[in-house]
């Protein structure tokens, strides 16, 4: 056990002497003052003008296309990334800096990879993922884990929810691509939903169909196409059950606030027409009979009792 210790203790020694050999001879020895503020500060530079970038081609440029706000934000964030790699390589070539002397410093990062920093590439590259394949995208209703909400933001490493308590949440972008995620508008945003509505067994089905069927329409927000429905789902232990089947694109993010609504509707149209909505309720049957009991009194003599 304590050899191969031994042997990755001596690994990292020699990459951290490469390291600091390649800073101190190979770009310190090269470098004054000035010229690493200049560095930095073209770095600032890029990272600043390349996000005024993005926001001007998501919000200004691809709008013309008609373009969902999803796909707008995946080409913006990816053009990005792809003139920050090459702007960075320019300045570097500017400043003197070849690619040929970072091979060091690549090694020591594929060490620190290896040892501390697997989470965050691994972030990095499922970020990568899901702005090219698109499984979600800026605007979808998701649901991962015990988390539901509204993607508001796909970065490098995360992505931001927002859920209906107006609650950021910051997701890991790993969790996308290794668990099941549930996309209510990976397609569009037309989702049916299924209420259950419960009545008495002296009621006609066909008459609360029709009550039914009243309130979806009068409901707003419920799609007129693909229509509404009422199914008979069973004969439950106390009630008819029937399933309201409602389509809808505008309460995506708030389905218990339509079925609250409906609720509401619907309890008044059943009091109006007298539909009695049931209760739980069972039926106790006592049987008669005779029990014996025997019963001992303070001398220990028995005697019996019907």
Known sequence: MEEPVQTVWEQLKEWTLMVYQWFTYDLIADFNLIDIIVLLFSIILLIYFTGKFRALLVNRILVRYNLDIGIRQSIGTIVRYVLLVLGSI?????AGIHLSSLTVLAGALGVGLGFGLQNIADNFISGLII????????GDRIEVGDISGDVVK???RATTVITNDNISIIVPNSEFISSQV???SHNDRLVRFRFPVGVSYQEDPEKVKRLLMEVMENQPGILDQPPPDVWFDEFGDNSLNFNLI????QY???PKSLKSQLYFSVFKK???HGIEIPFPQRDLHIRSGELPVELKNHNGINSHKT
Do not use: G, H, Y
């Not at 320019?90 to 500017?94: A, E, F, P, V, Y």
């Open 270 to 272: 059943f009091s109006e």
């Open 154 to 156: 796909i970065s490098a």
């Open 246 to 249: 409602v389509w809808t694109s």
């Open 252 to 254: 995506v993010q708030r």
């Open 90 to 94: 320019l300045i570097m070539d500017s």
């Open 131 to 138: 702005l090219f394949e698109r499984p979600i995208k800026v």
């Open 182 to 184: 549930i996309n209510w």
